[in-house]
């Protein structure tokens, strides 16, 4: 597997690889990979003659500086599970290899960018915008991959992929869960043991919910979602339910609109995020 530090190399390697007409698949990450992001890039590498992975954590997206801090960095680790994954290269620059100036412009998602994760993390996708649109440029993949937990991002992605013409194609993966349902998220690294049990409970919640979805108010299923997180100490930031086109939050369950729920809350002091379609 080729390691790309710096974008003149990158860029060179894709070149080679254009004249040779081989198809590029990108999955970008912010490292410390775990088995979710493992499937994107299996399926990446099927689906492409060459598989490229990004790792970079991209400061600009981080509003919170302590989450940027401690974010998990785990290169060495990362390289060797991309190597048994079939990944061809990857990506892995500098944050003045990427930023040698700060970025003047912003992006703005209009309402997508308001509500949910755009709501608690302002700033949060102007920065994924920028930072994707740079890898697309720079990596110019025919097709790329991004995982259903981030499923705003997604969004956003297709957005700024119809905004601004990328010639590629968007792939949105399935959820990778743990045994017992928990997410899979580099952010679960920084669980303790027992928070690490109790973060289960968010997937338990999203699926009782969703049981229930037409049967009781859904603010009725929020409070009790709330009262449960709360008894072993979890601080629900939101749980929706929202259109799966655009988010658009519903205020109760319609059959007729394709939906999903979403929820955030705080395990300790780490956020994590998780969804489930309706
Ligand atoms: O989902 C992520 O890991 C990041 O937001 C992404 C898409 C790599 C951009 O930094």
Do not use: W
């Not at 110019?140 to 957005?159: E, H, N, R, S, T």
């Amino acid at each position: 597997m080729q390691i790309l530090r710096d974008i003149a190399s990158a860029r060179e390697f894709i070149r080679a690889q254009k004249r040779g007409s081989k198809s590029i698949g990108l999955v970008p990450t912010m490292g410390a990979l775990h088995q979710g992001h493992l499937s994107l890039v299996s399926r990446c590498a099927a689906e492409n003659d060459v598989a490229v992975a990004s790792i970079f954590v991209n400061p600009i997206q981080f509003n919170n500086p302590g989450d940027l801090a401690k974010y998990p960095r785990t290169l060495e680790r990362d390289v060797e599970l991309l190597t048994s994954a079939e990944c061809s290269a990857v990506f892995c620059p500098s944050s003045e290899e990427m930023y040698n100036t700060q970025p003047l412009i912003s992006i703005s998602f209009g309402a997508l960018d308001k509500i949910l994760e755009g709501e608690f993390r302002p700033g949060h996708f102007s920065g994924v915008g920028i930072v994707v649109a740079k890898l697309f440029n720079i990596l110019q993949p025919d097709a790329a991959y991004f995982g259903q937990k981030d499923y705003q991002q997604f969004l956003i992605v297709q957005q700024l992929v119809h905004d601004l013409s990328f010639p590629l194609n968007l792939v949105c993966a399935d959820i990778v869960r743990e045994p017992d349902g928990l997410a899979m998220s580099s952010r679960n690294q920084r669980l303790s043991p027992e928070q690490r049990k109790q973060a289960a409970m968010l997937f338990q919640v999203l699926s009782e919910t969703k049981a229930h979805l037409g049967k009781r108010p859904l603010s009725q299923l929020k409070s009790e979602a709330t009262q449960k997180l709360s008894t072993v100490g979890i601080r629900l930031e939101y749980l929706e339910l929202a259109a799966r086109e655009n988010l658009s939050i519903l205020l109760e369950y319609n059959s007729d609109i394709a939906s999903l729920l979403l929820i955030a809350a705080f395990v300790g002091e780490v956020r994590l995020i998780d969804n489930l379609f309706v």
